[in-house]
């Protein structure tokens, strides 16, 4: 991988991370209340404190727990990556 795709990837999860930060709050929720909602809803347990680091792009998030908070939130996975010049053909 290159400087360039390197660069690539992490505008993906800092766009990620951001538009997780700006939905979650959005509802007003903290980030133990959503994990919370998420478990009740799915089943599925998020640590609150990861999810921090994924909003603040110090950590990756899974595939599986992207594609709950999509449906969670009821977005497209293209809502993430619309921004600033990430789009698919980038």
Same mark, same amino acid.
């Given at each position: ?32 209340? =959503?994990?919370? $909602?998420?478990? *009740?809803? &799915?089943? #599925?347990?998020?640590?609150?404190? !990861?999810?921090? @680091? ?10 599986? =727990?992207?594609? $709950?908070?999509? *449906?969670? &939130?009821? #977005?497209?996975?293209?809502?993430? !990556?619309?921004? @600033? ?6």
């Amino acid at each position: 991988m290159n400087s360039k795709e390197s660069f690539q990837i992490k505008e993906i999860y800092k766009s990620i991370g951001s538009k997780l930060r700006l939905l979650r709050e959005d509802k007003g929720f903290t980030l133990n209340q =959503i994990c919370d $909602l998420i478990y *009740k809803k &799915y089943s #599925v347990r998020v640590n609150p404190n !990861l999810l921090g @680091k994924i909003e603040r792009s110090e950590s990756k998030i899974q595939t599986h =727990i992207f594609l $709950l908070f999509c *449906k969670f &939130y009821k #977005v497209n996975s293209s809502f993430f !990556l619309i921004e @600033k010049g990430i789009e698919e053909n980038t």
